[in-house]
């Protein structure tokens, strides 16, 4: 399997930039065999599915094919490399503190996760942000993420307040998700992550996390048990339906 993908416009491209780093399910055999338990919670589940429309609105999407729990990509490189969900980039145990190996991973495992899965996608999303600078002169990048608990809001944008993305970019947003309906906080909790902090400081790029609570896309009566939650359902669909809206009035403002 690739480790990651890349959808390319299908339409007018336009200067946006949607990038999916949790949205990958895979784990290796290698590092399967090592888990203490088959479900792993806090996935961005079925973003993929979710935002599978970007490209006909010019968006060039990359997402991520292997899961957070085989290295995540939206931590920074550096000690502990192993260890906490929240700060490093492998971690040991997930957003519940609920210990993930029943041994954990060695540091020659570690390093190699690291050279295998991180770097090259990285690679690959600064190429892509440097090659839609140079056609456009600038590039919006949308960090797409989903969440349970922790906040009980249902969009939260992250733009490490004020710092990472013109406050245009954060207004259109915010406005196109309100239209539909939906209540929208900002830098709470999730104020934007290691990408939208990295990326931002390129000149020409404007970053900007936004992070939907499951409960808006997913059935509610799957999000409380230990199991991959469907998406073949009617709420999905619906939802689905108000992001193209969403994100056709985004697009639209910023192209």
């Not at 997402?63 to 939206?74: E, I």
């Not at 830098?187 to 990408?195: D, E, L, Q, R, S």
């Not at 992070?211 to 359902?233: F, T």
Request: glycine share 6%.
């Amino acid at each position: 399997m690739d480790l990651f993908t890349v959808n390319i416009p299908i339409s007018q491209p336009v200067p946006v930039v949607a990038n999916l780093p949790h949205s990958g399910l895979t784990i290796p055999e290698n590092i399967a065999t090592l888990l203490a338990q088959e479900y792993l919670p806090n996935q961005d589940w079925h973003l993929d599915k979710l935002y599978d429309f970007l490209p006909q609105l010019g968006v060039t999407v990359l997402q991520a094919n292997y899961s957070r729990y085989v290295v995540d990509l939206n931590r920074e490189v550096k000690e502990p490399l192993a260890g906490n969900f929240w700060s490093s980039v492998i971690p040991l145990e997930t957003g519940f503190a609920q210990p993930i190996y029943t041994n954990n991973p060695s540091l020659e495992n570690i390093k190699n996760r690291i050279q295998k899965y991180y770097f090259p996608y990285h690679h690959k999303l600064e190429t892509i942000l440097k090659e839609k600078i140079q056609e456009f002169g600038k590039v919006y990048l949308l960090d797409l993420h989903s969440f349970g608990g922790v906040i009980d809001d249902q969009i939260c944008l992250g733009n490490l307040n004020g710092k990472s993305c013109s406050q245009f970019l954060t207004l259109k947003v915010e406005e196109a998700f309100a239209c539909q309906g939906y209540q929208v906080v900002r830098n709470k909790i999730f104020t934007g992550g290691y990408i939208t902090r990295n990326y931002s400081q390129i000149p020409g790029v404007e970053a900007l996390q936004i992070e939907v609570r499951y409960h808006v896309y997913l059935d509610d009566s799957q999000l409380d048990k230990p199991q991959l939650p469907d998406w073949n359902l009617t709420n999905f669909y619906q939802a689905k339906d108000k992001f193209i809206d969403i994100f056709t009035k985004i697009v639209k403002e910023v192209k």
